[in-house]
């Protein structure tokens, strides 16, 4: 499966509290990620880009190298399981490839299998998110959670004022009206 057509990666970690989490990253870019199939061992590194600031993947890659990671094409449907171990790199040469990527994980391929996929619906992609970052061209906005105002205690320095280059600050009923209307 080529990373072109698996449009999402699921990846599996624990907290330190082992509990499961099961965050999932957007593939913009064709062939961001290569989804083995055959001979483990280092791939092309998927990307990390600006979250949520909980560092639910990142952050568990730290205290636990392992990851299992979850490789979908709905529109074949088809399915691929890869397991690791991850390694996070700030420095590493790809990223300049990944436009607005901020650190890109190195996993080398310990087992890799498909997974049946016939509970997989077939899905077509309609568009690409205006979230999600794409070569060649302007940087994504930022999201529309950063304006919620119970937020803004939270947000990193290089994002305080977020809210107000958006309009102002909502409370977190409007962010959820928004985005009942296809506007988060």
Not at 74 to 97: C, K, M, Q, S, Y
Request: positive net charge; aromatic residues 8%.
């Amino acid at each position: 499966m080529s990373g072109s057509r698996a449009r999402r990666l699921f990846d599996v970690k624990h907290h330190a509290d082992l509990l499961p989490s099961f965050p999932n990253r957007p593939n913009s870019q064709p062939n961001a990620w290569s989804a083995p199939i055959k001979n483990p061992g280092p791939r092309r590194p998927p990307p990390s880009y600006n979250g949520n600031g909980m560092f639910l993947s990142m952050g568990n890659i730290g205290g636990n190298h392992k990851v299992g990671l979850l490789f979908i094409d709905f529109e074949t449907p088809h399915r691929v399981r890869v397991h690791g171990d991850a390694h996070i790199d700030r420095e590493d040469p790809l990223l300049a490839e990944f436009p607005g990527a901020e650190l890109l994980v190195r996993v080398t391929v310990q087992e890799t299998f498909i997974n049946c996929p016939r509970y997989v619906h077939k899905y077509q992609r309609v568009q690409t998110s205006k979230y999600a970052p794409q070569g060649g061209c302007a940087p994504p906005p930022p999201p529309q959670w950063k304006r919620i105002d119970a937020m803004q205690d939270v947000l990193p320095k290089r994002e305080k004022g977020v809210a107000e280059k958006l309009g102002g600050t909502i409370t977190f009923e409007e962010y959820v009206a928004a985005v009942s209307k296809g506007e988060g």
